[in-house]
């Protein structure tokens, strides 16, 4: 049995997710579900990559909606999984994460959003923790701002590409 599979079959698709929290939270993660949508939030290159995943993946996502940051990468990880339907999400709480994730991702706490990246077997290939990695350097705050404003969009769907695309690529090189 696969815990990553039992786990994911707990979780929630975004709809649900959407459902909880106040009303101003709720107004926040559908604002940025509509970026995520609307023309030019995402460069060309970044979808066409999107569509080149040959493979299936799930990502199991905790997260809770009076996060910030969940309203931004979630509404990313919607859109990925409404672009290639190869793709699928399940949401899970903070607390759940904490029981049953934290350990085996190696981490010594759960900032949300976190993601385990899944190939189809439900094995884990990588991982996505809070923010795009293009804010790590981000010494003047700036990037940050843009972020917030769901400026980095693009940035948090190349980030969960990048795993996946690496993972094919080792597939590859393994003949399988």
Not at 101 to 114: A, K, N, R
């Amino acid at each position: 049995m696969n815990r990553y599979k039992d786990i994911f079959a707990t979780g929630k698709h975004f709809n649900a997710f959407l459902l909880e929290g106040l009303e101003s939270e709720k107004a926040s993660a559908i604002e940025f579900a509509n970026k995520a949508r609307s023309t030019g939030t995402f460069a060309a290159p970044t979808l066409e990559r999107l569509s080149q995943i040959r493979g299936k993946y799930h990502l199991l996502v905790a997260a809770e909606i009076w996060c910030p940051d969940c309203h931004i990468n979630v509404a990313v990880m919607d859109f990925m999984c409404e672009a290639q339907p190869k793709i699928d999400l399940a949401i899970v709480s903070k607390g759940r994460a904490e029981n049953d994730l934290q350990d085996s991702l190696g981490l010594d706490s759960i900032l949300v959003p976190v993601v385990a990246i899944l190939d189809e077997g439900y094995n884990l290939i990588g991982t996505f923790v809070e923010r795009p990695k293009v804010l790590l350097n981000d010494t003047t705050g700036q990037a940050m701002l843009r972020y917030r404003a769901g400026n980095h969009m693009d940035d948090t769907l190349q980030d969960l590409l990048e795993v996946m695309e690496q993972h094919e690529r080792n597939q590859d090189m393994q003949g399988k």
